[in-house]
């Protein structure tokens, strides 16, 4: 956007200086228009069903004119974020997967602003895991990494938590964070990914979650520790547990 447009939008605004703090707002303005088409698709129902919307229906709940309407369905049309079914009579949409994880991306960032502080907490169940979690933790690469950016070596194991359904959704905020990287590696002809650790604490002892590149879970983490959780805090299989992830 040049300088004279700027101008014109902000008047007030110093040329130069004030440019930086009016580049938030316009980026923000620039993804919006996406969102807000896709809230209120969704809020008639478009993510279950296909929805029968006109474009001067979608216009009116836009507050844009009919054409400006059209152009917004291309638009989303173009983005995969929605499907069209070109009926007898009426347009019908409905949302894609990738227009639905563009709402959760939102969500989650709304959560972050109103509902959580520089801490979240997940509550689970202590699970038995698929036994990988030995094999990859032992790697030297990774050992080192830990080390280095977590501040402890960890215990060559993982303890897995199944997480209760009602905080599932706060995974997704914790992936939608950056975490710490540790960089895969090549070790005997054998490549290992990238895994992303998030630092916690479980009853005051320092820990964290780490989500490998290739995780096989949905509902599951991964935890590690310097010390042996089960032996230290006396856990077990179906043991409850609660994890304190700092952002």
Same mark, same amino acid.
């Given at each position: 956007?040049?300088?004279?447009?700027?101008?014109?939008?902000?008047?007030?605004?110093?040329?130069?200086?004030?440019?930086?703090?009016?580049?938030?707002?316009?980026?923000?303005?620039?993804?919006?228009?996406?969102?807000?088409?896709?809230?209120?698709?969704?809020?008639?129902?478009?993510?279950?069903?296909?929805?029968?919307?006109?474009?001067?229906?979608? #216009?009116?709940?836009?507050?844009?004119?009919?054409?400006?309407?059209?152009? %917004? *369905?291309? $638009? &989303?049309? @173009?983005?995969?974020? +929605?499907?069209?079914?070109?009926?007898?009579?009426?347009?019908?949409?409905?949302?894609?997967?990738? #227009?639905?994880?563009?709402?959760?991306?939102?969500?989650?960032?709304?959560? %972050? *602003?109103? $509902? &959580?502080? @520089?801490?979240?907490? +997940?509550?689970?169940?202590?699970?038995?895991?698929?036994?990988?979690?030995?094999?990859?933790?032992?790697?030297?690469?990774?050992?080192?990494?830990?080390?280095?950016?977590?501040?402890?070596?960890?215990?060559?194991?993982?303890?897995?938590?199944?997480?209760?359904?009602?905080?599932?959704?706060?995974?997704?905020?914790?992936?939608?964070?950056?975490?710490?990287?540790?960089?895969?590696?090549?070790?005997?002809?054998?490549?290992?990914?990238?895994?992303?650790?998030?630092?916690?604490?479980?009853?005051?002892?320092?820990?964290?979650?780490?989500?490998?590149?290739?995780?096989?879970?949905?509902?599951?983490?991964?935890?590690?520790?310097?010390?042996?959780?089960?032996?230290?805090?006396?856990?077990?299989?179906?043991?409850?547990?609660?994890?304190?992830?700092?952002?």
């Amino acid at each position: 956007m040049k300088p004279s447009v700027l101008r014109d939008l902000f008047p007030s605004c110093h040329p130069v200086s004030d440019m930086f703090l009016l580049r938030p707002i316009i980026l923000l303005s620039m993804g919006n228009k996406y969102s807000f088409a896709l809230r209120k698709l969704a809020l008639l129902g478009a993510i279950d069903d296909y929805v029968a919307i006109s474009s001067r229906e979608l #216009g009116t709940a836009l507050e844009m004119s009919q054409q400006s309407a059209s152009k %917004r *369905i291309l $638009e &989303l049309l @173009d983005e995969k974020y +929605i499907v069209r079914d070109l009926g007898a009579r009426r347009q019908r949409i409905k949302i894609t997967p990738k #227009g639905v994880e563009e709402l959760k991306k939102e969500y989650n960032e709304y959560r %972050r *602003i109103f $509902e &959580l502080s @520089d801490q979240v907490t +997940i509550r689970g169940v202590v699970a038995s895991g698929m036994g990988e979690g030995h094999y990859y933790i032992c790697q030297e690469g990774y050992m080192k990494q830990f080390e280095s950016i977590l501040g402890f070596r960890p215990f060559e194991g993982t303890l897995n938590m199944v997480v209760d359904p009602e905080d599932a959704g706060k995974l997704d905020v914790i992936r939608s964070t950056d975490g710490n990287l540790i960089s895969g590696f090549t070790c005997d002809g054998r490549s290992f990914g990238d895994v992303i650790a998030y630092k916690a604490k479980i009853r005051n002892i320092d820990c964290a979650i780490v989500v490998p590149e290739r995780s096989h879970y949905v509902d599951t983490i991964e935890i590690i520790c310097q010390f042996h959780l089960r032996r230290t805090l006396g856990l077990n299989d179906g043991s409850k547990i609660e994890v304190k992830v700092d952002f």
